[in-house]
């Protein structure tokens, strides 16, 4: 079951009443308890994150709403995590450190770092099968994130800018408030860019002798990731790499550290493949990029693999019994109501296993 801190809904209450809403209600509809939300590591299960900041943006007309939440945050909202972030000697040490004990802010998210040329970007995805675009706490996470950074580096650990797949609000002036940097909207990419400069600006606090110690301490002290299998952390690379048109099992493998052959063998002893695995994500994706609204079909189908308009439109009608088109129209032709999280005993999402994907 995927969960996350309950860090980042510390100060949602308040928000909450400055916008106006009824927080109480809405925390009661979700199954969350006022008093959960005071232990910052309280674990939420599967979207109920998600879902309650989609629907406070949604009912109080406030799609600033995740911004918001993320303008009260310091570093201190990763938790623990945050004693060892302050200690890295660059931005790049500290962004890795992060990944590397991404599992203490919880197993929905995933994040992952990309350099290419002069630009890196920390992608960032939300792995739980939802049915709704969760934008909000897409912005709330990249903000947290981002602000947490450039509270040890100061300004030469600030983005260059960041990115998100869904649309833009009317007004952007609590994002460039929250953020101070540019925000491009309708990307095929979830996260945060900064130049390569950057990433090796030394931290104007660090101190070698502190940060050995704090390493050491950190290792002994907290726990390493849990095993995943070898399924979970497959669906966690296809999440990332699906959107990049890089989602092949050459890919994956390695990604996650070896060879297609392993990997493949080892899908199989879960009683799965890298097939099923791959039309699982794609089916939990497809509905969050059409309810999006940003990209047109052809590029929903380009960002889920698909080599034409042509295929992408057979494996969707085949799975979903209508053509992508059809399906968006039908979705935005209902009105819509606020997001709720899956239930606890949801079944896993069609295609995660014994159902082979078509090859575009």
């Not at 949604?58 to 310091?74: H, K, S, T, V, Y």
């Not at 900064?194 to 104007?204: I, K």
């Not at 110690?213 to 399924?231: K, M, R, V």
């Amino acid at each position: 079951m995927t969960s996350g801190r309950a860090a980042i809904l510390t100060n949602y209450v308040s928000v909450a009443l400055e916008v106006g809403l009824d927080p109480y209600r809405i925390l009661a509809d979700t199954g969350v308890s006022p008093s959960q939300l005071r232990n910052p590591e309280e674990r939420l299960p599967r979207g109920v994150i998600a879902s309650i900041l989609e629907r406070s943006a949604m009912e109080a007309n406030c799609p600033q709403f995740g911004m918001l939440i993320a303008e009260r945050r310091d570093l201190s909202s990763l938790g623990p995590v945050s004693l060892v972030v302050q200690q890295q000697e660059t931005l790049e040490d500290a962004i890795r450190v992060l990944i590397r004990y991404q599992h203490l802010l919880g197993d929905l998210l995933t994040f992952h770092l990309e350099v290419e040329g002069d630009s890196a970007i920390v992608r960032t995805q939300i792995v739980s099968n939802i049915d709704f675009v969760p934008r909000q706490a897409h912005e709330a996470v990249a903000a947290i994130l981002s602000r947490a950074f450039t509270e040890v580096g100061g300004q030469a650990w600030k983005p260059e800018c960041l990115h998100f797949m869904h649309g833009a609000p009317r007004s952007l002036e609590v994002h460039h408030r929250v953020l101070g940097c540019p925000v491009i909207f309708g990307s095929d990419v979830n996260g945060v860019v900064y130049n390569r400069e950057a990433l090796q600006a030394r931290n104007p606090g660090y101190r070698s002798n502190l940060a050995a110690y704090a390493n050491s301490y950190f290792e002994a002290q907290f726990p390493s990731a849990p095993p995943l299998t070898e399924t979970d952390r497959t669906r966690r690379g296809l999440y990332l790499l699906l959107a990049s048109g890089n989602a092949s099992i050459e890919s994956v493998a390695r990604q996650i550290g070896i060879s297609p052959r392993t990997l493949q063998r080892r899908l199989e002893t879960e009683g799965t493949g890298f097939s099923a695995v791959l039309n699982g994500v794609r089916r939990e994706l497809v509905v969050r990029h059409l309810l999006n609204n940003v990209q047109s079909v052809a590029t929903v189908g380009e960002m889920l693999g698909y080599a034409s308009p042509a295929a992408f439109t057979r494996w969707f009608t085949s799975e979903f019994g209508m053509s992508p088109s059809a399906w968006r129209r039908s979705a935005h032709d209902d009105p819509p109501s606020p997001p709720s999280p899956p239930p606890e005993d949801a079944p896993p999402p069609a295609g995660v296993a014994g159902i082979n994907a078509p090859h575009p």
